[in-house]
């Protein structure tokens, strides 16, 4: 067997997050552990099914469960209604039961939509994260937010369920395209400016496991405090105001890792403006995202990426819930005026 560490996720049903290397094959004890279910319902797309769902299958099948398997076409286009009512009718079809389990393996599209099938299907069976890209593993598997998109927007129908358990395995994230794990690396960034350890670590010449561990400690504990996101889970979303602009504004080409980055940049050049931090220290910063995301260059107008806040679900009346960035391991949840949100955010040319 091999190591793995646990991080325990004290939400309203706590769960444990493994995090460990090669321990994919171990998958169907790890899931027998937290389990009495007679079947299990792998949820994947292509891609990933095509590399690990064997790997995942046989694991589960010599532990004593049935399999079977959703898997769908990749990419954010396929976290839909559609899909959904797809995967519901499958389950019908083959007969799961409340007792049975739902296995996410893939990535947040995955989590998400495999997520948000079993808060619902039968009023809600049990399920397990086996998340693939590094933003799955340090940031959507654990939370326990669920949702599909529609076409008036992304992640507007949704649920709240948490896992039975997180099973990571760092060792996927060898076939991962460099572009995808580079957004990931965007999320990383926004810990590392929310924890000072975590903006440490990332200096120095770290294992993907460490920083994974610290990501998802740091998001258990804020999850911990405010499960349904009234207060603090609020500064998980810094940079993210800026980020849902651009992804919008560029009909979601733009994918939300990356633009997730890109805002982040505008927190730093807010923070050098309202003298919270000086240029050189913002400049630093700046070549710190870029460095660990090759995020590049702001692709709209500032003027239009805040534009699009209107539709933001942080936004109520004339005002929005900001994480305000002022300086690494010092981020604070404020109130803005929509008016005023232009001025707030800054740009390079500060
Ligand atoms: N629930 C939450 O709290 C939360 C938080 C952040 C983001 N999200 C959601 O997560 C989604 C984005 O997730 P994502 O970036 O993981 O995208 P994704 O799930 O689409 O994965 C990106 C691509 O990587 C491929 N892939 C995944 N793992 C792989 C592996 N190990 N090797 C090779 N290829 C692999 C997939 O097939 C896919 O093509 C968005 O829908 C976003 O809304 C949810």
Redesign the pocket.
């Known amino acids: 067997m091999a190591d793995y560490g646990a991080i325990k996720v004290n939400a309203g049903k706590p769960y444990e997050v493994l995090v460990g290397r090669g321990i994919l094959k171990d998958v169907g004890k790890l899931i027998k552990e937290k389990c009495r279910a007679d079947r299990i319902a792998i949820v994947s797309?292509?891609?990933?099914y095509s590399?690990?769902g064997k790997t995942v299958e046989d694991s589960l099948i010599n532990v004593g469960f049935k399999t079977v398997s959703f898997v769908f076409p990749?990419?954010?286009k396929s976290?839909n209604l559609d899909t959904f009512g797809k995967a519901i009718s499958f389950l019908i079809e083959e007969g799961l039961t409340r007792s049975d389990a739902v296995a996410a393996l893939?990535?947040?599209?995955?989590?998400?939509l495999a997520?948000f099938l079993s808060a619902t299907y039968l009023r809600g069976i049990g399920y397990f994260q086996i998340p693939?890209?590094l933003?799955?593993q340090i940031?959507?598997s654990v939370?326990g937010?669920?949702?599909v998109?529609i076409k008036e927007g992304?992640?507007l129908v949704g649920a709240f369920k948490q896992p039975e358990r997180v099973i990571i395995d760092a060792d996927?994230?060898s076939?991962?395209?460099a572009e995808?794990f580079n957004?990931?690396m965007g999320?990383a960034v926004k810990y590392a400016f929310l924890d000072k350890k975590i903006y440490d670590l990332m200096q120095s010449d770290y294992k993907a496991e460490e920083l994974i561990s610290l990501c998802v400690r740091y998001k258990a504990k804020t999850v911990e405090e405010d499960e349904f996101e009234s207060g603090k889970r609020k500064l998980l979303n810094l940079g993210h105001t800026v980020a849902h602009g651009i992804e919008k504004l560029s009909d979601y080409e733009i994918?939300?890792?990356k633009a997730v980055a890109l805002g982040l940049k505008t927190c730093v050049y807010g923070a050098v403006k309202r003298n919270s931090i000086d240029k050189k220290t913002g400049e630093e910063l700046v070549a710190f995202i870029e460095k660990n995301t090759a995020a590049g260059d702001m692709p709209f107008k500032l003027s239009d990426i805040v534009g699009q806040a209107i539709y933001d679900k942080k936004r109520s009346g004339e005002y929005i819930s900001i994480a305000e960035f002022k300086e690494v391991g010092k981020v604070a949840v404020t109130e803005i005026q929509m008016k005023n949100l232009g001025e707030y955010f800054g740009e390079s040319d500060i």
Request: aromatic share 2%.
């Open positions: 797309d292509d891609v990933v590399i690990y990749h990419g954010e976290k893939g990535g947040g599209v995955v989590g998400d997520g693939t890209t933003l799955a940031d959507s939370g937010k669920t949702a998109d992304k992640n996927v994230l076939s991962l395209p995808i957004e990931g999320e994918p939300h890792g």
